[in-house]
C-alpha cells in the first residue's frame, strides 16, 4: 500500500510519488510452488534456517500508476502464455520444440522488466544482476514505451531443464551471472523455464542464436536434461542436500 511515509521517486516514470511495495519477480510466476498449500520454503544456502514464504521478494521501487499500469500490462499477457490463457502455436522440432504466434513486444517487454527489476533491487538474492546505469536507463525507457527493441538487443534465450524426462513447472531460482561470445548473460529459472539474457553489444551464433525470441512472434525452446546444464545440475544437488537436512 502506497503512503505518504513511503514517498520517493519512482524508478519507472522518474516522479516523486508514494511508492508501492511491488514485486521484483511477478507474483503470478510463485502460483506453481504455493498451490498446494498456499506457501513455500525460502531455503539458504548459508548458515540460515529455511523460512516459510507465502509472497515473493517486494521493494517500494514505484508508485502505484506505474506498477499497477505500465508494468501490469506486460505482465498480464506474460502470465497468460506461462499459465494458459492465450493462444499460440507449437510444433515439435526434435529435441525442440517452436512457439509461433507470441506478441513480440509485450513479451519481451515483460521479461526484460524482470531482469531490470533484479538490477534495481537491493535484496541479496538478485546480488548477481549488475546492469549498470547505461543497461537499466535503456530497460527502463523501452518499458515507458519511449522505444522498442530488435532482435539483437537484449536477446532473450528459453530451455525447458527436464528432471528425469519431466518439465517441472513449480521451481524458481535466482539468477546467476556468466560470460558467453563476449556478452554478460544472466541465467535464471522462473515457472520451470530458463530464460538467458545476453547483455551487450556482441552478435548471438549457432545454438544461442536459433533460441532467441524472434520478432515474428516465434520462440525455439529447447528441451534439455538438466545434467546437460552444468550450473543448474549443481545448484540441484545443492538444493537436494539442502532439502536432506530439513
Known amino acids: 500500500m502506497a503512503t505518504r511515509d513511503n514517498m520517493g521517486c519512482?524508478?519507472?516514470?522518474?516522479?516523486q510519488h508514494p511508492l508501492v511495495d511491488s514485486h521484483i519477480i511477478p507474483s503470478f510466476l510463485?502460483?506453481?510452488?504455493?498451490?498446494?498449500d498456499g506457501f513455500y520454503f525460502q531455503l539458504s544456502t548459508g548458515d540460515k534456517k529455511e523460512s516459510k514464504v507465502q509472497k515473493g521478494v517486494t521493494?517500494?521501487?514505484?508508485?502505484?500508476?506505474?506498477?499497477?499500469?505500465?508494468?501490469?500490462?506486460?505482465?498480464?499477457?506474460?502470465?497468460?502464455?506461462?499459465?494458459?490463457?492465450?493462444?499460440?502455436?507449437?510444433?515439435?522440432?526434435g529435441s525442440s520444440r517452436k512457439i509461433e504466434g507470441l506478441?513480440?513486444?509485450?513479451?519481451?517487454?515483460?521479461?526484460?522488466?524482470?531482469?531490470?527489476?533484479?538490477?534495481?533491487?537491493?535484496?541479496?538474492l538478485f546480488n548477481e544482476v549488475t546492469l549498470g546505469l547505461k543497461h537499466e536507463e535503456a530497460?527502463?525507457?523501452?518499458?515507458?514505451?519511449?522505444?522498442?527493441?530488435?532482435?539483437?538487443?537484449?536477446p532473450i534465450l528459453l530451455?525447458?531443464?527436464l528432471f528425469q524426462g519431466r518439465f517441472l513447472a513449480d521451481c524458481i531460482m535466482g539468477p546467476s551471472r556468466t560470460k558467453a561470445e563476449g556478452n554478460t548473460v544472466y541465467r535464471c529459472v522462473l515457472a520451470g523455464f530458463l530464460f538467458s539474457f545476453a547483455v551487450g553489444s556482441n552478435r548471438l551464433s549457432g545454438k544461442a542464436a536459433e533460441l532467441n525470441l524472434r520478432?515474428?512472434?516465434?520462440?525455439?525452446?529447447?528441451?534439455?536434461?538438466?545434467?546437460?546444464?552444468?550450473?543448474?545440475?549443481?545448484?540441484?544437488v545443492q538444493i537436494g542436500q539442502r532439502i536432506q537436512e530439513l
Not at 519512482?10 to 516522479?15: A, K, P, S, W
Not at 510463485?30 to 498446494?36: D, I, R, S
Request: charged letters at 25%; a positive charge.
Open 10 to 15: 519512482c524508478r519507472l516514470c522518474l516522479e
Open 139 to 154: 530497460l527502463r525507457c523501452g518499458i515507458m514505451g519511449s522505444q522498442q527493441f530488435g532482435e539483437e538487443e537484449y
Open 30 to 36: 510463485y502460483k506453481p510452488l504455493k498451490e498446494k
Open 215 to 236: 520478432k515474428d512472434g516465434s520462440w525455439v525452446i529447447s528441451l534439455i536434461d538438466v545434467n546437460d546444464i552444468p550450473f543448474l545440475r549443481t545448484a540441484c
Open 59 to 93: 521493494e517500494y521501487l514505484f508508485c502505484k500508476k506505474c506498477d499497477n499500469e505500465r508494468l501490469q500490462k506486460n505482465e498480464d499477457y506474460l502470465a497468460r502464455l506461462i499459465l494458459g490463457g492465450t493462444s499460440f502455436r507449437g510444433s515439435n522440432l
Open 159 to 161: 530451455t525447458a531443464p
Open 103 to 124: 506478441n513480440y513486444q509485450k513479451t519481451k517487454l515483460a521479461l526484460l522488466s524482470i531482469l531490470w527489476r533484479m538490477s534495481l533491487s537491493k535484496h541479496s
